[in-house]
């Protein structure tokens, strides 16, 4: 089984946050090298393209087309570069894709990983110092639409 490491780089303008992806796919990946730690892949991939990241967290994986895709979420300081042939998105509305409690969502798209990355975000924003260091507040304000909700599906299922 190949492996794919997918990176989401965020950044944030105007108080909103993009995401960049190649011009032609849905989310930017890049192979795997075998006995490598994805961390760094992530991080000299961002490099090749004159991307500085703030965060990079793994948030997910899930199989695609017979391959495994780990996802990791970057922060970006600063605007990108021309140069990293990327287009910046605004993160669309939406929600997350539910599975069962053993079972993987039916299907899964790249804005509902995205949108579970930015939880991860919130949550570790909230929670870990390492991170929080390195987000300001108006990372802080913009993530507050994203931050968890552990019991909300639950209240909702018995409501």
Not at 65 to 83: E, K, N, Q, W
Request: charge should be negative; glycine fraction near 8%.
């Amino acid at each position: 089984m190949s492996l794919l490491v997918e990176i989401l780089p965020v950044v944030l303008s105007g108080g909103s946050i993009l995401t960049l992806r190649p011009p032609d796919a849905a989310s930017w990946q890049v192979a795997f090298p075998s006995g490598f730690d994805p961390g760094p892949v992530v991080v000299a991939a961002l490099g090749s393209r004159g991307l500085r990241p703030a965060v990079v967290h793994s948030t997910s994986w899930r199989h695609e087309d017979g391959r495994l895709v780990l996802t990791y979420v970057a922060v970006l300081t600063g605007a990108p570069p021309a140069a990293a042939r990327l287009v910046a998105h605004l993160v669309p509305p939406g929600a997350l894709a539910r599975g069962g409690a053993i079972t993987p969502p039916e299907s899964l798209d790249v804005d509902q990983v995205l949108h579970h990355a930015l939880r991860h975000l919130a949550w570790l924003q909230r929670e870990d110092p390492a991170v929080a260091a390195e987000l300001d507040p108006a990372w802080a304000a913009a993530l507050a639409g994203h931050a968890p909700a552990p019991f909300h599906a639950l209240l909702a299922a018995t409501a």
